[in-house]
């Protein structure tokens, strides 16, 4: 590195004149920096960057970004058609398609607000996401409008992707319209243009609302870092030009916010290539990277840990990698190494972010990650972070107190619930994280979590909403759910349950699997005859529960 700190660089690139310049913005949460050069709307960033080099791959087919904004164009006028109007929502359920991106660039054309849905929600979850959003359209593929055919009436149009021979399919829709200009819509940065759903400890998920300005600044945030890593370099460090253009694998679902915003939204700001994925298959991955010469691969540290076993055994010349990125989970310090030690080019890196933080908050990459890799990264340009007390008081660095956050990149509300906000909001403005953390200067590190979350995976599991489905069993009595350590995952799905004699396991895990996403469905159920342990104040005593829970798996084991 050169002598300059990443402070020096940061105050260099974000001085008034250059390309990153900070403002600071007063708003109802206080004081925050904004990026004066920012398009106003993702609208303005899809228009100032369709040119003719190539953005997308899936299979067979290819989009250059001017066909890919034509296409988005042409979904516009469809959704508008449908009477989709500023401020309606648009509902999108359906695998890592290409008309995933392109439905939702055509909604926050129009002012609409796109709505991500869990690809993997059983029927009951699609219901509720539908009842609670109330979108005008749902854009679903053959599954997902199987699942929604199967809800009563809602009031929300299907209209069909990718089911040839289906009537209003969306393809043979906009095949039939030919060019379009892009539907006319007066659009500001603080317009609402998102919904996702995230997972919180108790009950049903939570709609994540944010605006254009919350979206873009966790891109141009990212840009930064990248832009500061360059001008880091020391003057001896030769420059060389890249191999390879710039192409990321999608691998990662676009409900999320990882894969939206990192996937999508900041590859058509950058103009790099996405090679995109409907589900996750290691072997399927590494021959894509070979073939397309994919230089960028960003994911949960489950998948990128299969990436590194598969490049172990494999004979494919994944030498075109030059970063493999994660987050949405802890990566363990061994695999960071091993991603160093296992290509050939790639540097490692991570990050930390949530969904309220359009998934900005640090990141960390390099040798920096390498020196420090239980860390989860520094902080970005316009992200505050703090440690507090349980009474909202700062502490200092090196003491461990729940992580809470400011800046830009945060979201507006979530969606019909102030019961939550009310909640998740420090008197002054910070947003409660639920994170257990410390701080090293701008250094994060995540410890532990104050919520019941189990993030398996990177999907976040509520504890609670688990819980309530176990309990609706008719021979369930009392459920605890807990997060057990997966090697591969991060942590799996645990439970023990106290139910009438009648109760039998195998039952309930068919039970269960009606009524939730798999992902949720418990890996390992513990049932007892005794009522569960409870502490003094009635509550279930769930950290011994999931220390025995975790006693018998291992006994499991061999």
Request: glycine content about 8%; charged content about 25%.
């Amino acid at each position: 590195m050169s002598q300059l700190g990443r402070a020096e660089v940061r105050a260099a690139l974000t001085a008034p004149g250059q390309p990153y310049e900070l403002q600071t913005v007063q708003t109802d949460r206080g004081e925050i920096r904004w990026f004066a050069n920012l398009p106003q709307t993702l609208r303005d960033l899809y228009d100032q960057n369709a040119t003719d080099k190539e953005f997308l791959v899936f299979g067979d087919e290819r989009l250059t970004f001017r066909d890919a904004h034509d296409r988005i164009a042409r979904i516009a006028a469809v959704l508008r058609e449908h009477g989709v109007q500023k401020g309606d929502r648009v509902a999108i359920s359906m695998r890592n398609y290409p008309e995933w991106m392109l439905s939702f660039a055509a909604a926050s054309c129009l002012g609409a607000i796109a709505v991500g849905m869990n690809s993997l929600w059983q029927t009951e979850e699609m219901e509720y996401a539908l009842r609670d959003a109330a979108p005008k359209v749902l854009l679903a593929d053959r599954e997902r409008l199987a699942q929604f055919r199967e809800l009563p009436d809602l009031g929300v149009t299907a209209i069909p992707v990718r089911c040839e021979g289906e009537p209003g399919e969306l393809r043979e829709r906009i095949a039939v319209l030919g060019a379009v200009p892009m539907p006319e819509q007066e659009l500001s940065a603080d317009d609402p243009v998102v919904i996702l759903y995230t997972s919180g400890s108790t009950g049903h998920p939570k709609g994540v609302l944010s605006t254009h300005r919350g979206v873009l600044a966790a891109i141009y945030a990212w840009e930064l870092d990248a832009a500061e890593q360059i001008a880091r370099r020391s003057p001896d460090e030769p420059v060389v030009p890249p191999p390879f253009p710039p192409t990321a694998l999608l691998g990662i679902p676009l409900f999320h916010v990882m894969g939206l915003h990192g996937g999508f939204v900041a590859s058509w700001r950058a103009q790099r290539r996405v090679v995109c994925m409907t589900k996750w298959d290691v072997a399927h991955a590494a021959e894509l990277i070979e073939r397309e010469r994919v230089t960028s691969f960003s994911a949960p540290p489950a998948m990128t840990g299969d990436l590194v076993r598969e490049a172990q055994r494999s004979s494919r010349d994944l030498s075109s990698l030059a970063s493999v990125g994660g987050g949405g989970a802890a990566r363990a310090p061994e695999q960071v190494r091993q991603i160093d030690a296992t290509f050939q080019r790639a540097v490692p890196s991570i990050g930390w972010g949530m969904t309220e933080t359009n998934a900005a908050g640090t990141l960390i990459s390099g040798a920096e990650y390498l020196a420090h890799p239980d860390a989860a990264g520094y902080r970005l340009s316009v992200i505050d972070l703090r440690v507090v007390d349980s009474e909202d008081r700062a502490l200092p660095d090196g003491e461990r107190g729940e992580l809470q956050v400011r800046g830009a990149p945060m979201f507006v509300e979530y969606w019909n619930r102030p019961d939550a906000m009310a909640d998740s909001f420090a008197p002054d403005g910070w947003f409660r994280t639920g994170d257990v953390a410390h701080l090293d200067g701008d250094l994060l590190y995540i410890v532990d979590r104050v919520k019941d979350l189990i993030i398996r995976g990177g999907e976040n599991i509520g504890c609670g909403h688990v819980e309530a489905v176990l309990l609706a069993h008719p021979h369930v009595v009392e459920a605890a759910v807990y997060a057990v350590p997966d090697e591969r995952l991060g942590e799996e799905v645990g439970a023990t349950v106290h139910g009438t004699p009648e109760l039998d396991v195998d039952d309930l895990r068919e039970f269960l699997s009606r009524h939730l996403a798999r992902h949720e469905v418990p890996r390992y159920i513990f049932a007892t005859p005794e009522p569960l342990a409870r502490t003094a104040t009635g509550k279930v005593f769930k950290r011994e529960l999931r220390e025995q829970g975790v006693a018998l798996v291992e006994q499991q084991q061999p």
